[in-house]
């Protein structure tokens, strides 16, 4: 080697792809801030947080921000492992409410129609 090269070490855990994070479309993310809109107005919900990881992405509803979300809207991904359960549900949405699942489907306005009727358990 020369005298003008330099070399240096690089990390190859720098370099490696994450799995990036799933995330809401701005067309979901409307029609869950319409929603949320709605029922602050109606004086039921107070506060929301956005959660974005490998995994799903979720939008989580409180009536006040100190407690526990009331509902936790999810859009699943396939995950790490990528189990048949984890493939199967991938591109599904869910709505959790105290780890009770309310409504499960592949359509972002089909969970959501959950919050038009009378909420009850739906089995997994």
């Keep these: 080697m020369s005298a ?3 070399t240096s070490v690089v990390r190859l855990s720098d370099h ?3 799995p990036p994070y799933l995330h809401f479309t701005r067309l979901e993310l409307n029609r869950l801030l319409g929603l949320y809109a709605a029922r602050v107005s ?3 919900w107070r506060d929301y947080a956005i959660h974005l990881g490998p995994d799903a992405a979720s939008f989580m509803v409180f009536r006040h ?3 526990h979300p009331l509902f936790v809207i999810s859009k699943l991904g396939a995950g790490k492992t990528r189990s048949k359960a984890q493939i199967a549900r991938q591109g599904q949405y869910v709505v959790i409410s105290r780890q009770s699942r309310l409504s499960q489907g592949h359509s972002l306005d ?9 909420i ?3 089995s997994s």
């Design 4 to 6: 003008g090269h330099m």
């Design 16 to 18: 490696r792809r994450k």
């Design 42 to 44: 109606k004086g039921e």
């Design 65 to 67: 921000s100190q407690e």
């Design 110 to 118: 089909d969970v959501l129609e959950v919050f038009n009727r009378p």
């Design 120 to 122: 009850k358990l739906v």
